[in-house]
Nanobody, 122 residues
Framework: QVQLVESGGGLVQAGGSLRLSCAAS????????MGWFRQAPGKEREFVAA???????YYANSVKGRFTVSRDNAKNTGYLQMNSLKPEDTSVYYC????????????????WGQGTQVTVSS
């Protein structure tokens, strides 16, 4: 099973940027799609973005135009570049490996990272 480790979270002012990384172990990374989700306290985990093994990308409407998902298969690493951050982006962000189904549904993913906190101050 793939193990995932997120990094890059932190505290940033509104309008600022952060880049999250998701380092994956295992040989299946390059052949699998991966996604990013976030979960704020008291709320359900929600889809943020996903990228297929071939590079097709998908975004939630709330982040489209501000966030960019990418991957470097040679490094077994995925990225989420977050620009023009807003206080409502504050959440714990998770990366996950797609297992089948809809890329926008958490239940479609198998392996999950431990999460990284992103806090955007106003």
């Amino acid at each position: 099973q793939v193990q995932l480790v997120e990094s890059g979270g932190g505290l940033v002012q509104a309008g600022g940027s952060l880049r999250l990384s998701c380092a994956a172990s295992g040989r299946t990374f390059s052949s699998a799609s991966m996604g990013w989700f976030r979960q704020a306290p008291g709320k359900e985990r929600e889809f943020v973005a996903a990228i297929s093994w071939s590079g097709d990308t998908y975004y939630a409407n709330s982040v489209k135009g501000r966030f960019t998902v990418s991957r470097d298969n040679a490094k077994n690493t995925g990225y989420l570049q977050m620009n023009s951050l807003k206080p409502e982006d504050t959440s714990v962000y998770y990366c996950a490996m797609f297992a089948g189904g809809s890329v926008r549904e958490p239940r479609s993913y198998g392996s999950w990272g431990q999460g990284t906190q992103v806090t955007v101050s106003s």
